[in-house]
């Protein structure tokens, strides 16, 4: 190869990756995070053995590029492993589709335009969101996609060249993968499928097939790695020195109750689901150039055709049916998508006039040129959509500041505390005690890991004699074992009832109706943007328990918070004279005009009617502050917020519900009765849209209530059957992203003939709390939505 052709090959490919890594460095997480993303920081700095499967590829990588990349603290430099393994999957898939211009014979006919298509797909998968979330934080699946990609690039490089070298360095990167994580090998039937259609005879050659096998052992090679560092690796691993361990952690053992959660009946539902989030990554436009793309490889590159057709069937057979990481192992697919759309391209040019005109001589016009201006600019055009979105991680900084509170609170206090973390919250303090010297002493704080082998309750219960106990967020499970949880700054403090040490930081003396004691409040900010929360903690006491549910509300100027009840400590199980604090959000409505309001509070008897009470101060509320109110930095339109059928807390919008059984439909809210027989299925489907980025991982419920409003039957699951969490660690759902949640309900057959009401919602996964529905105006209306009613016949 000439010097001119080996730079007009590789010159382009190498400025694509560059400026894919810059746009993902310029969004790259600064530092630390919640989860997985910390333990991908820290295990390869340790040399530890991450959770099931294990990651023996990524671990060693990711090492050695910790050592070889010294930029900034190791979270950062480990996150930009990300972008790195990012922007190879973007240029892979450029060099893929170079290869079938090639194949098709147009790559000589104007090496501008020849270099079209494959810019179009690697930038199409390049600001995907699900992949450019992945590419700004530590993680192995990131990596896991640059080995898929790999796979296909260098089998589309053999088939075009025929020289088995590029068969024997697949055979290699096959092995990598197998030592990395399952889902890269569900590309494995597709690969062998096309190798055989392209040389059914490589059985018989005995050279190629040996060659091949030894490289494939050489791949697996990372795998020792297990076995020789089990013994000796920090943080108690499991023992990969034994045949049975080392098998049941990479297999993920564990973890595979959560495949194959659904069945035949459910596909429908599931291709409903694939849609929905094909539709937040690509465009339709460009999802119709990926169908074309289909097209064009069935005619004029069949094999390809079948590789890719036999890898996406197999991988989102796998992925669409799991519940876990389904984002994750849909970038592997979101690959083959994108090269698909490449070759849609590449058929727009050689199937139309646009590459006509350049073999018959005649000079391309404005419509040609304006299409290649409208392919390339589209991207971009995605890209400035999703830095909108709030795509970047470059100011998230949530972890370190819980790192930083546990480092203010707890390191030379002498307290010998306990400081109880799931492993959310455990990871980025592991980060800072393993790499960046944090001291955490046992005669300060100790972290204990919270699992589903010793949960928050029974952990409380082991440690009770230990030191005081503290908990990084508020945990029902917990304070349902009886305990007390005190809010103390950013913190919770388990305590035994009766409670009575807690002081408020502003105090007060009043009364309501002369039974429920005002202590006093903490609040920690006067200032509060329009559609964000504001945060109040009450200490409140009884001298006698209440029989009746009494609950404070709140006022910001002429919006009303009326409290719900979900997930607290309710009046009834406050004990004589203790100080019961608890903390309440006031959500702000995103059309509250900017300026200065009055908080005020007050107290409702919840069992009587909603009455207000009067207080001892006189009237039946107070004012405590005044808040000033700063414009909004990002919200929905008034249009969405008046189309939705329900905000539940300013976060989510629940935009429609449709109903179906049999040929009836409904759209909710609806007042007609759908008829439905018990035994059979109820299918409805919700929309939802991200009115702002998500605090948490909801869960969405839809129960089935009798005439009394007790609970019938329900289902309670992650929205999209578990495939899009609302935040799971990154990605999370991004302002203004719509998705469509698909569910089939069988109605059991033991629920009596009669009318029953659908109500829908979500909560929060961690603390159980319902998320509130706010109308227009911005007050509380409840933390549920009745759809309508249904009629079991």
């Known amino acids: 190869m000439t010097r001119k052709r080996l730079f007009r090959t590789v010159g382009p490919a190498l400025a694509l990756f560059i400026v894919v890594f810059a746009l993902y460095a310029l969004t790259v997480a600064p530092g630390t995070l919640f989860g997985d993303p910390s333990e991908y920081q820290f295990i390869p700095a340790v040399l530890g053995i991450a959770h099931p499967p294990g990651y023996a590829f990524y671990t060693l990588i990711a090492k050695a590029w910790q050592i070889l990349v010294p930029l900034g603290s190791i979270a950062y430099r480990t996150n930009l492993l990300a972008s790195a393994a990012g922007a190879w999957v973007a240029t892979a898939v450029y060099l893929i589709v170079r290869d079938l211009i090639a194949h098709a014979g147009e790559r000589d006919k104007g090496a501008f335009l020849a ?335 919270v699992s589903t082998a010793r949960p928050w309750a029974e952990s409380v219960w082991a440690y009770i004699d230990e030191g005081p106990i503290y908990l990084p967020d508020y945990r029902p499970a917990v304070r349902n074992a009886g305990f007390r949880l005190i809010p103390e700054g950013e913190l919770f403090r388990v305590a035994a009832p009766p409670v009575t040490d807690p002081a408020p930081s502003k105090e007060l003396d009043v009364w309501a109706d002369d039974r429920v004691h005002i202590l006093g409040y903490d609040l920690p900010q006067t200032e509060v943007r329009a559609g964000a929360h504001l945060p109040l903690t009450l200490y409140q006491s009884v001298t006698q328990t209440l029989e009746g549910i009494w609950m404070p509300y709140a006022q910001l100027g002429p919006v009303e918070d009326r409290w719900t009840t979900d997930s607290r400590l309710l009046t009834p199980q406050w004990q004589p004279n203790e100080v019961v604090v608890e903390r309440y959000e006031l959500i702000v409505p995103f059309n509250l005009e900017p300026g200065t309001y009055p908080l005020r509070l007050g107290y409702a008897d919840l069992s009587g009617g909603r009455p207000e009470l009067p207080l001892s101060s006189g009237g039946t509320t107070i004012e405590l502050a005044t808040i000033e109110v700063l414009p909004r930095k990002e919200g929905p339109s008034e249009r969405v917020l008046d189309r939705a059928v329900a905000n539940l807390d300013n976060q989510i919008g629940l935009m429609a519900a449709r109903a179906r059984s049999g040929l009836q439909l409904r759209t909710g809210p609806w007042e007609k009765p759908l008829a439905i027989d018990a035994g059979g299925p109820l299918h409805l489907t919700l929309t939802w849209r991200a009115l702002t980025s998500p605090r948490e991982s909801h869960t969405v419920f839809i129960h089935l209530l009798d005439g009394s409003g007790q609970y019938v039957f329900g289902h309670d699951y992650t929205p999209l059957g578990g495939a899009a969490p609302t935040y799971l660690w990154f990605p999370k759902w991004l302002p203004g992203q719509t998705y469509t949640d698909p569910y089939r309900l069988v109605i059991p057959d033991t629920v009596p003939p009669g009318q029953y009401w659908i109500e829908v919602g979500m909560y929060g996964m961690t603390s159980l709390r319902r998320l509130p529905m706010v109308d227009l105006a911005g007050n509380l209306v409840g933390d549920r939505t009745i759809l309508g009613p249904i009629e079991v016949r």
Not at 270 to 297: D, E, T, Y
């Open 115 to 449: 270099l079209v298509p494959a810019l179009f797909a690697a930038l199409n998968i390049a600001v995907a969101p699900d992949v450019w979330q992945h590419s700004i934080h530590s993680n192995a699946h990131i990596i896991s996609t640059a080995l898929a990609a790999t796979h296909l690039w260098l089998l589309v490089r053999w088939w075009r060249t025929g020289k088995d070298a590029w068969l024997a360095a697949f055979a290699v990167t096959v092995g990598w993968a197998a030592t990395q994580h399952p889902i890269t090998m569900m590309g494995v039937p597709a690969y062998g499928v096309f190798i055989l259609i392209v040389r059914p005879t490589i059985f018989r050659q005995w050279k190629t097939m040996l060659l091949l096998i030894g490289c494939a052992l050489l791949g697996l090679t990372p795998l020792l790695y297990f076995p020789l560092r089990s013994p000796t690796a920090p943080f108690d691993p499991p023992p990969m020195y034994t045949w049975e361990g080392f098998i049941s952690h990479l297999t993920a053992r564990g973890l595979r109750v959560n495949l194959f959660h659904f069945g035949l009946a459910d596909q429908p539902d599931r291709a409903h689901v694939l849609w929905s989030i094909l539709r937040i990554q690509f465009a339709l436009p460009v999802i119709a150039l990926i169908a074309a793309g289909f097209v064009w490889l069935a005619k004029r590159a069949t094999k390809v055709a079948v590789l890719l057709g036999l890898y996406l069937l197999v991988h989102l057979g796998f992925t669409l049916n799991t519940v876990q990481d389904v984002m994750a192992y849909l970038q592997l697919p979101f690959v083959a998508f994108a090269l698909a759309s490449g070759a849609g391209v590449l058929g727009l040019f050689t199937e139309t006039p646009l590459l006509r005109h350049r073999e018959q001589g005649e000079r391309r016009g404005f419509r040609e040129w304006g299409v290649v201006l409208f392919l390339l600019v589209w991207p971009f055009l995605q890209a400035t959509v999703n830095l909108e979105q709030g795509i970047s991680l470059q100011d998230f900084t949530e972890a370190e500041e819980w790192v930083e509170t546990v480092e203010e609170r707890f390191v030379g206090s002498g307290e010998g505390a306990i400081l109880l973390c799931d492993g959310e919250h455990l990871t980025p303090l592991r980060v800072h005690q393993t790499t960046h010297g944090l001291a955490l002493k046992p005669e300060d704080v100790t972290p204990v890991y």
